[in-house]
């Protein structure tokens, strides 16, 4: 198993539907495999994230990917964003 499939980023938000309103959770390292759709668990409702904002979520992905790389030096420098 490598490192990428060991680690998650849970991201969630609320579904949108009126009678269901319940959290959908998904991995976002895992979002590319989905092709950027996600279900509620709840009503099944689908989810098609646009392409500007996937560029976003990718963009994080990367992020969480190099944050977790640096992990071992973090704790020796200071780093502000």
Do not use: H, W
Not at 41 to 47: A, D, F, Q, W
Not at 51 to 79: Q, S
Request: hydrophobic share 40%.
């Amino acid at each position: 198993m490598s490192e990428e499939n060991a680690l998650t980023a849970v991201v969630d938000f609320d579904c949108v539907e009126e009678d269901c309103v319940k959290t959908i959770q998904f991995d976002l390292l895992k979002l590319q495999d989905a092709k950027g759709q996600i279900a509620c668990p709840n009503c099944r409702r689908l989810y098609q994230f646009e392409k500007n904002f996937l560029r976003k979520l990718e963009k994080l992905r990367k992020l969480v990917l190099a944050v977790r790389d640096a992990e071992d030096i973090l704790g020796n420098c200071n780093v502000s964003v």
